[in-house]
């Protein structure tokens, strides 16, 4: 089947306008002779080839382009959407996807600087600990306001270049800003006060010092959370649907590599190493983390081409006040599809529990470690105290080394084993290549991306209850080792469900108003016997024909909101987490020195209830297989009864 002899879909338009769809001769309709559907292909997946193979709006799949001399799909050859435009949901290859998600890697590394460091630079400065509690609760706030701030606009972004990449590029520059701000807060101060004459040494200096250092965290904070929620919006919009767990597989990876590079730095003094970056460990370390976002964010920006948002529906209008933009948080809240809205469900509870883990075990370790010499020396002073916890604290990180790198692997591994929830649509005539059939071989039916992450919430719990009988450093770590598979599944499992939902959904919102389009042209011609609206008008971005919404398209978001959404579901139950652990600290902490303090077991077991809770909520979630076919036949079942799309296509002839 030749491909059709107008326009190449390749061919370059100025930028000021979106390529026009071209009105050459329609191509013959392909026939199933041409391609067989994986045994796993989804009702959802079989009728979108449909659509995608009879609607004039989207151009067919011809033999040039789909079928190569082997029989086997050209996964390579672009798949072209209205206008000659990528349809994203093309096979990607697995180097795509790295560079795709690359960029959450550097982000991760400054995270773990912030994280691990934050603490010890800020009490540095003469920060009370009373006070950091009042810090630290930055990152949850941000988190709560600032990702659904930052989907709602990036979905509402129009630049040519992208609706993702402006808040990427602009998030990472300001956090590169603020990180090396905070690092050189002491210098930056006393060097600004000095030329009026102040004492650099003065209670006010060292006052001004430490204001303007937690005002940075929290400029830092909120930098970071509109760098993540680009990057995920990013890597949604970026990967096809049958690819998102793979994408966020690929994410999870790169971030437990950014987890061990973070972690590991902490180990050796790199102001010996790097005297170039700075005089401390924490400047040396700002830089490295600044280094390693700006690198990794502009390969992934310069390497992944986005859809261009102009031919997407006009921009909704703008944010107003802060009523305004609450009010439409809430307006999305409650139009969550109903899979999204169970894994928040699910997320809000894990993450009660998971706060508690990533904030004290280290404290939790240590204190296992100091309770037999306390026990034994009563009496210490001060300063010995000081120094056997600083023993423990290393200790204690140590075990955040292991469960990194017990992360990472799990990170590695599981992905071979978990059953896929979706299949690519391929035809195919040869078996496929040996390492493909040993690799299948190692996927377990039954263990599908849900279920793994419920049997995963079970394990974290289980292992949070059994700090009942742990006693020792040793076993204590063996603990925190165990919980890095957990982790690695709540880093991979929730992202992919819901960035598989968001992807599908978009894919039928962007079908079913090209097919809206379509049928009010061919409609209005045959009833007018005039000529109708040419079909570029359809394609070009002011046309209401071309934006004719359909219900679903104005009640579902997009990607951004919906991730944004998806945070708050993350973020929010941390600051109930930390009250939450102050009432507990406040009733059962004991004086520093003193042995047999066992106040962060009981949070870690109050964390371990609330995962209990998040296992019940866990089983109400979809499997995707079932979503898959039950939404592909409820969105396309209309269209079905009242004609194929290859009835329009003969209307349109008449």
């Known amino acids: 089947m030749p491909p059709s002899t107008s326009q190449s879909p390749t061919r370059r338009h100025p930028v000021d306008h979106p390529p026009p769809y071209d009105e050459g001769p329609l191509r013959a309709l392909p026939t199933d002779a041409n391609f067989t559907h994986n045994s796993r292909t989804t009702s ?50 697995t180097l795509y996807l790295v560079l795709l998600v690359l960029s959450i890697g550097g982000l991760q590394i400054a995270w773990c600087v912030e994280l691990s460091n934050g603490t010890p630079y800020l009490l540095s400065l003469g920060l009370s600990k009373s006070l950091m509690a009042l810090v630290w609760i930055a990152g949850p706030l941000s988190g709560t306001l600032v990702q659904p701030y930052v989907g709602i606009r990036s979905d509402n972004c129009r630049i040519s270049w992208g609706k993702r990449k402006p808040f990427m590029i602009g998030g990472a520059l300001a956090t590169i800003v603020s990180l090396l701000a905070l690092a050189w807060t002491r210098e930056i101060v006393q060097g ?97 983390a600044c280094i390693s976002l700006g690198v ?109 790198f017990t992360s990472f692997a799990a990170n590695i591994l599981l992905p071979f084993f978990v059953a896929p929830s979706y299949a690519p649509t391929a035809s195919v005539s040869d078996p496929p290549e040996k390492p493909n059939r040993i690799l299948q071989k190692l996927v377990i039916p039954w263990l599908t991306l849900r279920r793994a992450w419920l049997l995963s919430l079970v394990l974290y719990a289980v292992t949070l209850f059994c700090t009942f009988f742990v006693s020792t450093p040793t076993g204590g770590t063996v603990l925190v080792g165990i919980v890095g598979i957990a982790w690695a599944l709540t880093l991979w499992a929730p992202f992919a469900l819901i960035s598989a939902e968001i992807s599908k959904r978009d894919a039928l919102r962007r079908t079913k108003c090209f097919q809206s389009g379509q049928r009010t042209r061919s409609f209005g011609h045959q009833s007018s016997h005039r000529p109708s609206t040419p079909l570029s008008s359809l394609s070009h971005p002011t046309s209401p024909m071309y934006f004719n919404r359909t219900d679903a398209e104005e009640e579902t978001d997009q990607a951004g909101i919906i991730l944004g959404i998806h945070n708050v579901a993350i973020a929010a139950p941390q600051v109930i987490a930390t009250l939450g652990s102050s009432v507990i600290f406040r009733s059962l902490q004991k004086p520093r020195g003193a ?19 998040a296992v019940w909520f866990c089983t109400r979630v979809k499997e995707e297989r079932d979503e898959n076919d039950r939404d592909g036949m409820r969105s396309f079942g209309d269209e079905e009864r009242r004609g194929s799309a290859a009835g329009l296509v003969t209307g349109m002839a008449h």
């Not at 995608?52 to 011809?62: D, M, V, W």
């Not at 190569?68 to 349809?87: H, K, L, Q």
């Not at 370790?365 to 020396?377: E, K, M, T």
């Not at 042995?595 to 809770?613: E, I, N, P």
């Open 44 to 93: 959802f997946e079989r009728l979108l080839i449909r659509v995608s193979e009879q609607s004039p709006l989207i151009s067919p799949r011809t033999s040039a382009d789909t079928i190569t001399g082997n029989g086997m799909r050209d996964f390579d050859a672009p798949s072209m959407d209205v206008g000659g435009e990528d349809d994203g949901q093309e096979t990607k290859s």
């Open 192 to 288: 600004f006060l000095g030329l009026f004459g102040v004492d650099p040494t003065s209670d006010g200096t060292k006052n001004m010092v430490i204001i303007v250092a937690v005002l940075f965290v929290y400029v830092l904070d909120f930098a970071i959370n509109t760098v993540q929620a680009a990057i995920r919006a990013f890597i949604v919009d970026g990967a096809p649907t049958h690819q998102q767990e793979s994408a966020n597989a690929w994410a999870g990876r790169i971030t437990g590599v950014g987890n061990i590079l973070g972690y590991l730095s902490g180990y050796v003094r790199l102001p010996a190493i790097l005297p170039f970056f700075g005089n401390t460990q924490f400047q040396v370390l700002c830089v490295i």
């Open 296 to 404: 990794t964010v502009a390969i992934s920006s310069l390497t992944i081409k986005e859809r261009d948002p102009r031919r997407e529906r006009p921009a909704e209008a703008a944010i107003g006040g802060v009523v305004a933009f609450f009010k439409q948080v809430f307006t999305s809240v409650r139009r969550l599809p109903p899979q999204i809205r169970a894994v928040c469900e699910v997320q809000f509870f894990a993450w009660i529990g998971w706060f508690p883990f990533l904030f004290y075990i280290t404290t939790y370790v240590g204190q296992l470690y100091v309770n037999p010499i306390f026990a034994d020396h009563p009496n210490m002073t001060s300063d010995e105290i000081d120094e056997v916890w600083e023993e423990a604290t290393r200790i204690g990180t140590f075990s955040l080394l292991v469960f990194a």
């Open 595 to 613: 042995a047999d303090d066992d106040s962060v077991g009981w949070v870690l077991r109050a964390g371990a209830v609330a995962t209990c809770v």
